[in-house]
């Protein structure tokens, strides 16, 4: 099982990043995947998630509206797509997989993750 971030980097306030996760070694039709952070002296906190069929959502509050989670289930990728960025959202950014259908929020429910992409927003 394998998950792979990628498509970090430096962007300037108000900027935009999409982020991808490569899906390989499971069948994805069994697991919801979900993008957490972590900044710097702080834990790890969810951002947003998708369920198996790409049915429902679920965001963080503060990143409700600027940033959309999407998967595409033929390529075995997950993306977050990143507008209006703020320098709060500097953070590495993992991906993660949980076996259950319908999306959640709570990190002990993801058991397969990836190794974080450095999302740095800064003028």
């Known amino acids: 099982v394998q998950l792979q971030a990628s498509g970090g980097g430096l962007v300037q306030p108000g900027g935009s990043l999409r982020l991808s996760c490569a899906l390989s070694?499971?069948?994805?039709?069994?697991?919801?995947i979900a993008w957490f952070r972590q900044a710097p002296g702080k834990e790890r906190e969810f951002v947003a998630g998708i369920s198996w069929n790409g049915g429902s959502t679920l965001y963080k509050d503060s990143v409700k509206g600027r940033f959309t989670i999407s998967r595409d289930r033929e390529k075995n990728m997950v993306y977050l797509q990143m507008n209006s960025l703020k320098s709060e959202d500097t953070a590495v950014y993992y991906c993660?997989?949980?076996?259950?259908?319908?999306?959640?929020?709570?990190?002990?429910?993801?058991?397969?993750w990836g190794q974080g992409t450095l999302v740095t927003v800064s003028s």
């Open positions: 070694g499971f069948n994805l039709d069994y697991y919801a």
């Open positions: 993660a997989a949980a076996r259950i259908a319908a999306v959640a929020s709570q990190k002990a429910l993801y058991n397969y």
